[in-house]
């Protein structure tokens, strides 16, 4: 890192390493792409708030082996009071990019310490494991690396048997000396073009017949082979005034191709290991610590949909009406439900048998798994109440259209408000109901963390039923 | 009309008379302006289909009175069959542009046959209204005139009484030999940059006491004084390929300012009049032609969102679920719910004491009130199913990104599509789902018609409660 | 039938058949025991409709073959007026019952009519059928008998494969000259404990290789080693006053168990013949005419649930507020939504290839598959409505608590109705909301005709795809 | 109390107080009437437990003053131990009576000790009451007084303004010497008939023109003049076995008449105070640790509905489907919502000016608020997997039909249990669906608090909105 660099310039810097980035049919440099550059200057405020003397130790940490700061993502909770400083640093980015961000890396990041936290517990699968992914976590630590994660394969045919379509999945092609040789897609590899690395396993269990599709690797962006495939840019570039949450917060996602990768062994965590791999998706460390974060980001955009809702309500004159109240009376339902999981995954936080002090996870999957309605139902509430003025928000903000400008000012006002600014406030409502960046935003909220529909079953399948049980055996007696 | 024109071309034409039209902060000309290219285009085309044998007979029928061909929409039904024809009309520009398309005349077209056929029921509040409105019915149906309508108020402080604050209604300010000038704003204008004359009177209901704001006028958009200010275009006018929809189908929506605009005496259907103008309103011939339309063209929305969801479930492979299943059966089921509501509407048709045949309101009336939920939930649904997918389209089209070409072809192609053709199937989900179009559809469903709350609140206020009460009553008795 | 007897007389005394009934722990009779004297008392009122002469043209066609009047359930319908007659007969029964009786027979009857008249297409599967089936009609519209369907198996454990446990399902056990012996156990055997006969085949499609489960038999309900297993009654007897539905409608539920049941040849329409069985399962002019019957009788119960809640809101001066409006307003929408789709299938009615006049099934099916979901909301917006005041309904009705007289009078009337008046109102609602009666109402509701979500997902898997394919193919295209 | 009476046997005897109580027309003694039997037995045991040494330390606590042991109810928190305590106390009634009993005074013991803990905030109101309600704390203290409450008044005109039909609310006639008069009726006095003492205050905001409808009092339940009508048992005395929840849990509900009823001074805690009374309506101690109580118990309650329902799922062997699975999950994950609320109600537990240490308010009422939905769905999703079943529950206990006894176990039996063990599982999941207790809870859980729309509208109206506006603040500048 230079010295003359701040950690998020540092960051931008990296990304000039040749990788091979594709949107809208061309091969472009990320660092100059306009698409990218709002996102970008985003991602590098929020690192250099490491180095910032008011906002450094909310979120960061003294580390020995470092000698420097580091993020807390890659804090390991031992007590406590760690817990409560890791959550302090989620929602310092949480809330200064409105919960719209999500995979800022802290939430790989998150995984990442879990599983090193963890790493003993994966000896009897792999003897390699826990000495390579030290090394990979310290790495990243010390070099403040921006990670992400991909899971998924390609919407395919999803009524095949795992591994009967064998260009369905990634999977190893060759090994040599060197390292393994994949081929193959995965998607949504969300925040991949601006990655350092990104983690790669399966979401789905692989039978035990299908070694080569059960692997754990970590790849850097700009492995040669390695293609990602933007989807449409959202960032409204040349709209930036009137769409500023899509012009700061568009985080991209995108298809990878894996045209014969090699991904080189120490990078290779796990391979031809259907168990082990499992046993790394179902990590408890690893999702509570990363979910912890998930769930603050939650809470920051809940509280972000509910204040415009709440500021329309009131610039319309409409937050008298009994039914008005009562769908603003959800909202706020909403986040002190989602907040009250947060503080009780909290409170009753343990240690796990290597002194990881970890969130209890019940109550931060239980928030998650109701996120996926209720931002669905937030984004409906404030349709709801803003109704037709959401597509009524003139083109060309007041101060543009000269001739009109004293009819803006006497008709499109607010309660409290002038015309000027209450076109803002409906043009952000307009960029989370309207814009692509907002649809991009309901479907995340109700996909990210897989099919809800699953998600929600296993809330139930993991439960201790015999307390269930016991709770009706003495009724059922003579 | 230029003997060379063609009925479309002639429309185009008219529209270049000097009308104010703001987008983007400046004053454009809609005809040369690419935002209204597509729309326009697709409009000429409908209005063409008039005049072309094949579809002359479903869309227009001869009037006698002009000597030409004319729209369906000015038909006055007198017998069943004069209904089926004009729900045919409906039907094939509805089919034609997918239910897209919503204010393409023929609603405000009908709402003004459905006044001018029940003129008589008039005559007690209003003597020069029936001869009024019989000859702009003829000049309209004569030069086939775009019409549009706007009711709404911008919203200002809604919690005030009517009339409280005098910016907030559309007002008569002074009159003079030549007729009523009027000062004031209306929302929401859609298809007013490209409509011929628009349509005036109020949604709610106007006190005693305020005769000044209880008008009916009819006014054309080049009015000296009228402004029309647009919202930001959807019409992703460089993106034509990924966005077919919003290219050819952005319905164009606008506040209007009226800047002390001159309505002539000839163009005042009714002023000063509360009651007159209410009975307007609640004029059940105007309601059940015009809403008749909207159901039609509903069904075709319905439909097309359906068939993209199916096919996006054949194609992922996810149709033999039977979860997914499910969700496809709903939305067959509200297919046919609206489909069997409008049958019902023509089987129980009737003649109204002038001899026109309506369809029977009630059922049209709960098809549209369910429509408001259905078209949300079909969304909803086609959300679920293609899940991440939707965030997951490749930006440029294969074809584009050479170098990735085969990789594209081998990994994102569908059960039986190829990868160029999911692709443009799941852009066109994107665009009802995603697309700032999509998101006006999903408002301009939920709201065209009014509050849904209010509009089902009075299915229960019209209902015969004497009916319900004589099924009751009975049981009451000792 | 005796000629001093009625229609419904003669129908009470065939029950006296020495058939095996068990109630609470006893063998009894039906005809004397308490738990079914109201619901006798209804049925032999709707039987003797047929021979009264202001009801016999309505409920009632004279047969030729018969040389009688005949329930117009048997009516094979050659024209539109003859489905319009069948729909009055349905009408009348329901309406008078409130739509709170399902199983008068007329459903069944219905099934039986639509086998009967399409009999010939079953000839490829089994020679005898055709013959078998007329027969049966023929007896079954000359003695009036009271028929029932029963079709599941009891709830054993429902993840094995059909046919796994030998006990799970009904099946012959061994043949002889006379005929089948059937052995097992049947769910749920509505109105079996007083029905003639009962028609019984199974609900799931029988693998080839498990013939022994697939049968359609008629049994008469005194067969020896047939016994009809009670559940609790819900008639109410000693609290008729205050109960009076759970009184008059209680449909009592049953498991039949068959006990090497001998099924005579000729009641044996189909054996060993999966094929067939599934054919029967599915055959359509059977579920419209049953069906049909179905839809109206909803109709009726939603119409009466809406009565109640109408008149309590009146009552309780409640039905001027927006929310409450809102959801009487949803309950109207509910009965013209099954309104409308009942008359849909009456005006798309059109002859099978055998020229029975069928109503279009789709339409019915639809209404059939809104009703699980209409009926228990209807339920829910009375409670909501009726709130507080269902749970404190006075017992002993105003009259016979003397002393409290005056306060009962001055407390507890209505806006316009006595206090002993409004307690009946309120008795009614409770019957709907809270007695079990009511809650059975509301189980039957839902699960009559199957698994909702199957029933729905069939909505999907029965749909022309085709036409949906051809709606989206055209945007595929480059 | 006799020394030789247990404390429960002592409330029983105090019942015999000459109370005027009415069920099913007649006047009755509630402690030999077999309606009571059960609950009051439920009762008996509840007390006994704080003299029971095992149960003594976590329901009750060592008073000084009164030199006895106390319920926790009446412990006034000055620390988060005491708070941990009285959820322990609340915790163990509730899992002894399955969360099925709502008002066995703790809730009302609970209102009574928060009023007492900040009566010095009343002194700007009224001067007397801080003494009133300290020695009516003590005594109800000493005599462990059975204590509810009734707030709400008879379902009569409600369009009407408060207090324009005088007899719509309970008010006094006159004054004297010795205390006022009352007279009016009140509505819903849930298990007045078997209490001591019933607190009495309206749940409306009283103008300030209309003080004699402001007040507070406490009243004997056997006072001259009150009369207590009681609904419809759902005690199910003569079905004790098939019907146990019934048996042991009904709380009856009551309509109370004044008849002018002398309350002495003592127990006029206000009077003709609009203000005041409002302020003891939103005393947010009071609520905090009254509602505390409800929270735990409905977390009891939900737990019972889902071991029910997971172990019919698991005897019918529907517990593999993944449809299952997800409404089993659905039911976890409203368990452990409830469950994360209370966590975070304790966990930010903080004293108020008084020192009492309160429960954060804001996670009990959304918790509460949360409750009127989830019971209600709770309950439907037992309906939607029990299905069938539940209408088709054997009357007469298996070992009762001797000669079916071999059928009933070889087809009725479940995957793990005998016939007779799933009957009771299914007679359970009855008596909660289908029974009139099981209807009263779910209209109980609904109302209790109130009309959950203006109960959501307030978690809006009392919400710091001003932070919500600083969130979207920046976002409306230039």
Redesign the interface.
Request: proline share 4%.
């Given at each position: 890192m230079s010295i003359t660099m701040s950690r998020g310039q540092a960051y931008i810097h990296r990304l000039n390493d040749g990788r091979s980035v594709?949107?809208?049919?061309?091969?472009i440099h990320v660092t100059n792409h306009s698409a990218f550059q709002g996102t970008l200057q985003t991602i590098e405020g929020l690192f250099n708030l490491v180095d910032e003397p008011e906002s450094r130790d909310t979120v960061a940490y003294w580390d020995e082996n470092i000698g420097g700061y580091v993020h807390r993502a890659f804090q390991v909770p031992r007590c406590g009071e760690d817990l409560r400083q890791r959550a302090g640093a989620f929602r310092l980015w949480s809330e200064r990019t409105?919960g719209v961000m999500s995979r800022l890396s802290d939430y790989a990041r998150s995984r990442l310490t879990g599983w090193y936290a963890t790493r003993d517990a994966m000896a009897i699968h792999d003897t390699y494991y826990a000495d390579k992914i030290s090394k990979y976590y310290e790495e990243a630590k010390r070099h403040d690396l921006f990670l992400t994660i991909v899971q998924?394969d390609?919407?395919?045919?999803?009524?095949?048997p795992i591994g009967e379509d064998e260009?369905a999945m990634l999977r190893i092609v060759r090994k040599n000396e060197e390292g393994v040789v994949i081929r193959?897609?995965k998607?949504?590899a969300t925040a991949a073009p601006y990655a350092d690395d990104i983690l790669i396993y399966p979401v789905q269990r692989i039978p035990g017949d299908k070694p080569e599709l059960a692997h754990m690797m970590i790849v850097p962006l700009n492995s040669p082979g390695l293609?990602v495939?933007?989807?449409?840019?959202f960032a409204a570039t040349d709209?930036q005034s009137?769409h500023?949450l899509s012009h700061q917060y568009d985080e991209m996602?995108?298809?990878l191709?894996f045209?014969d990768v090699l991904v080189p062994w120490e990078r290779v965590l796990l391979h031809q290991n259907p168990e082990a791999v499992w046993q790394i998706r179902c990590n408890e460390a690893s999702s509570s610590l990363a979910y912890h974060q998930s769930v603050i980001r939650l809470y920051s955009k809940l509280?972000?949909v509910?204040?415009?809702t709440?500021?329309i309500a009131?610039e319309?004159?409409?937050d008298?009406?009994?039914?008005v109240?009562?769908q603003?009376?959800?909202?706020?339902?909403q986040m002190?439900?989602i907040?009250?999981?947060i503080?009780?995954?909290?409170?009753?936080a343990k240690p796990d048998e290597y002194g990881n002090w970890l969130p209890e996870f019940?109550?931060i999957e239980?928030?998650r798994?109701?996120g996926n309605r209720y931002y669905?139902r937030s984004i409906?509430i404030l349709?709801?109440i803003a109704?037709?003025?959401?597509?009524?928000?003139?083109?060309?903000?007041p101060?543009?259209?000269k001739?009109?400008e004293h009819?803006?000012h006497?008709?499109?006002?607010?309660?409290t408000?002038s015309a000027?600014?209450k076109t803002?406030?409906f043009q952000?409502a307009w960029e989370l109901?309207?814009?692509?960046l907002?649809?991009?935003h309901?479907?995340?909220e109700?996909?990210y963390a897989g099919?809800p529909?699953?998600?929600?079953?296993?809330?139930?399948?993991q439960?201790d039923?015999q307390h269930?049980?016991d709770?009706?055996k003495p009724?059922?007696?003579?």
């Open positions: 594709w949107l809208d049919g061309d091969r409105y998924r390609p919407q395919m045919n999803r009524s095949l260009d193959g897609a998607m949504i293609h495939l933007c989807r449409e840019s709209k009137s500023p996602d995108a298809v191709f045209e509280e972000f509910t204040a415009i709440s500021s009131q319309i004159g409409v008298s009406f009994l039914n109240q009562e603003l009376g959800e909202m706020i339902s002190q439900t907040e009250g999981l503080i009780a995954a909290e409170a009753k019940k109550y239980t928030a798994n109701l669905p409906e349709k709801t109704a037709g003025g959401l597509i009524q928000i003139p083109s060309g903000m101060g543009t259209n001739p009109l009819m803006i006497q008709y499109l006002g607010g309660v408000i000027q600014e803002r406030l952000l109901t309207g814009s692509p907002g649809a991009r309901d479907l995340y109700r996909f099919d529909l699953r998600n929600r079953a296993n809330q139930y399948i439960y039923k269930l049980v709770r009706v009724w059922l007696k003579a």
